[in-house]
């Protein structure tokens, strides 16, 4: 979207990482046969070791491309005390994704915390 082009600064944070998310509607994926559940599961499992390497390039290359179109620009990159400061900070946002997305928002929330955490 090219936002570097109107500031200065920018601010790795390290979280704001390209996060690849294959998304279906449960609905949608309980009408397919149990072969077609088991090809999208394990398509998605195929894809848990690539995709790390993939993000990581295209993140390099936007990244690239912005420090060669403004060679001037400051990037700032937080420490990890930095980041546990904006975590601290921000831990409201998911109660107040809860309250409107209500029980399924507290669901999913609880999913993505699981995945991420055996990652």
Do not use: C
């Amino acid at each position: 979207m090219k936002f570097y082009e109107v500031t200065s600064h920018l601010i790795w944070a390290g979280e704001q990482e390209l996060v690849t998310t294959v998304v279906a509607g449960s609905d949608w994926f309980e009408t397919l046969s149990v072969d077609r559940q088991e090809l999208v599961r394990s398509t998605m499992a195929d894809m848990t070791g690539f995709i790390d390497g993939v993000v990581t390039d295209f993140n390099q290359a936007r990244l690239d491309t912005i420090k060669e179109a403004k060679p001037d620009i400051s990037l700032v990159v937080l420490t990890e005390e930095e980041r546990d400061i904006f975590r601290a900070r921000s831990g409201d946002t998911a109660a107040a994704y809860v309250e409107t997305a209500g029980d399924r928002g507290q669901e999913l929330l609880d999913a993505l915390s699981a995945e991420l955490a055996a990652n």
